[in-house]
């Protein structure tokens, strides 16, 4: 049996929502943000950068705070989930495999996340933890939380640098999911090529793993 833990962003859930709720909340076109969001993606910088751009000021943690209290927070639903979602962990669970999903997000998102009853035996985030990938504590935190021996643990992500290498060097098994602008445009890159897998869906991990 093993453990199988998931990124959440562009690998569990799809982040239109995310940047569409943000640029409706800064009042500027969905458009202008998505585009910005590809440019840093491709400078390699953090996606946050490119609410930085339009407002270089930007205190983002008053944000979304204000956003929440003006009920235009962070929403996680049924139709944000990649189709192949629940039929890849069904299959995985099915198989006895051990299902956790852990990523950058904030203590909201996993209450969101819970709230959707994914067929996973735990969710954790960064903003319950207190680090965020790619630092190693974040994979030291998923390996404790795990309760399992770092090479009986795949990760499963789609951003090379925040992924892949990190895991590998906490002594992890890692998939790279291509999809997302991360999964995508990093595809090439030696993080990525040190993957265990190469994967352009989840419905592939139940062979893979097995």
């Known amino acids: ?7 959440v962003g562009e690998t569990i859930v799809r982040d239109d929502r995310y940047w569409a709720s943000w640029a409706d909340w800064l009042d500027i076109p969905r458009h202008t943000l998505s585009a910005l969001v590809g440019a840093v993606v491709a ?7 490119a609410l930085r751009l339009l407002q270089p000021d930007i205190d983002l943690d008053a944000e979304y705070a204000a956003r929440e209290a003006a009920g235009r ?3 996680i639903e049924e139709d944000d989930l990649y189709p192949d979602v629940r039929p890849a962990l069904i299959a995985l669970r099915a198989a006895g495999h051990r299902l956790v999903i852990a990523g950058n997000q904030t203590e909201r998102a996993a209450e969101l996340l819970r709230a959707l009853r ?9 903003g319950e933890w207190g680090v965020a990938k790619p630092d190693p504590g974040f994979f030291a935190r998923l390996i404790e939380f795990t309760q399992a021996p770092p090479d ?23 998939a790279h999911i291509r999809r ?3 999964g995508h445009l990093w595809a090439g890159t030696p993080d990525a090529a040190a993957a265990d897998w190469q994967i352009s869906t989840l419905t592939e991990l139940a062979a893979i793993v097995t």
């Open 1 to 7: 049996m093993l453990t199988i833990a998931f990124d």
């Open 43 to 49: 400078q390699g910088r953090d996606n946050a950068d």
């Open 73 to 75: 927070g962070e929403r």
């Open 118 to 126: 994914l067929p996973v035996d735990a969710v954790a985030t960064s």
């Open 152 to 174: 009986h643990i795949v990760y499963v992500g789609d951003h090379p640098a925040n992924d892949v290498g990190p895991a590998k060097a906490a002594g992890l098994r890692t």
């Open 180 to 182: 997302g602008p991360w």
